[in-house]
């Protein structure tokens, strides 16, 4: 095989190596080569003839289809789902979204303008008691799940302070859009506004306490190294027995620790072991599974 195709291969096959998800791309990379180093010894031979180049170049250039393809695998997927980044992302679009269909937070914009101007506003008292009845139950309820939080880190400390702070601005911000949506639509009798009004307040109590039920839940199933959520839960004893309850065990794939959830007596406290090092290269196989 001439150099002038074997390098545009080699690059080729380079380049298409960026697309590889990370953990993948040394393995997927040497592959290739190899593939490309033992067609070019056969052409060299003489046991392949030069027509085969261009089906080696076709080969090539589609490494580019099969790398984006290794990101749509099921395993891969699965772990995209579980990485820290995707919170973030998904609340940054949750918002764009919210704030262009809201036209820019109008009715939060004048709700607070009305706070700052008119303290003494008859809607500004109802809605501090909302809110704080809200919190209440959010706190009742999460207190009932008795899940433990793992401070090891300032990352987990700072990635659930930062969940919080996004909760309890957002769905507040959501609300008086949508209750303000509804004031703008509703009919002129009085009954449809008392059920509008009771169907708002139901509304957002349920939409705060399950944000923040779902900030405490998914911080709790978290790796206090990595912040992935934990992955492989694997049933432990039996329900009928007192010796070895039912416990759950739940593992960071990255190797760094497993956390036991007793589910058999909902009062015991959760455990998080620290994993040695060594159980990264024994949990890699059960990542890409
Ligand atoms: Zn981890």
């Given at each position: 095989m001439s150099t002038e195709p074997l390098l545009r291969c080699r690059c080729l096959l380079h380049t298409a190596s960026w697309l590889v998800p990370a953990p993948e791309r040394a393995n997927w990379l040497a592959a290739r080569l190899s593939i490309l180093r033992n067609w070019t010894i056969l052409i060299d031979r003489g046991e392949?003839?030069?027509?085969a180049e261009p089906d080696i170049i076709r080969y090539c250039w589609r490494s580019f289809a099969d790398a984006v393809h290794l990101w749509f695998n099921p395993a891969q997927f699965h772990n995209l789902l579980r990485r820290p980044s995707l919170v973030p992302l998904l609340g940054a679009l949750l918002i764009a979204v919210s704030a262009f269909l809201s036209g820019g937070f109008r009715a939060t914009h004048a709700f607070f303008h009305n706070i700052v101007t008119q303290p003494s506003s008859d809607s500004v008292v109802p809605y501090c008691i909302l809110f704080t009845f809200s919190l209440l139950i959010a706190a009742f309820t999460i207190a009932q799940r008795r899940r433990a939080l793992h401070w090891h880190s300032w990352s987990y400390s700072a990635f659930f302070a930062a969940k919080l702070a996004a909760v309890l601005s957002f769905v507040p911000a959501g609300w008086l859009e949508f209750h303000a949506l509804i004031l703008a639509h509703?009919?002129?009798?009085?009954l449809p506004f008392i059920l509008s009004a009771l169907s708002s307040v139901v509304i957002y109590i349920v939409g705060l306490t399950s944000a923040l039920r779902w900030c405490y839940i998914d911080q709790s199933l978290r790796c206090p190294v990595c912040l992935k959520l934990l992955n492989l839960p694997v049933a432990i004893g039996s329900?009928?027995?007192?010796?070895d309850p039912a416990n759950t065990e739940l593992v960071c794939d990255d190797g760094h620790g497993s956390l036991l959830i007793p589910e058999a007596d909902p009062g015991a406290d959760e455990r998080w072991t620290t994993l040695d090092p060594s159980w990264r290269d024994v949990l890699e196989p059960a990542k890409s599974a």
């Open positions: 392949i003839t030069l027509r509703r009919p002129h009798a009085e329900w009928s027995s007192v010796f």
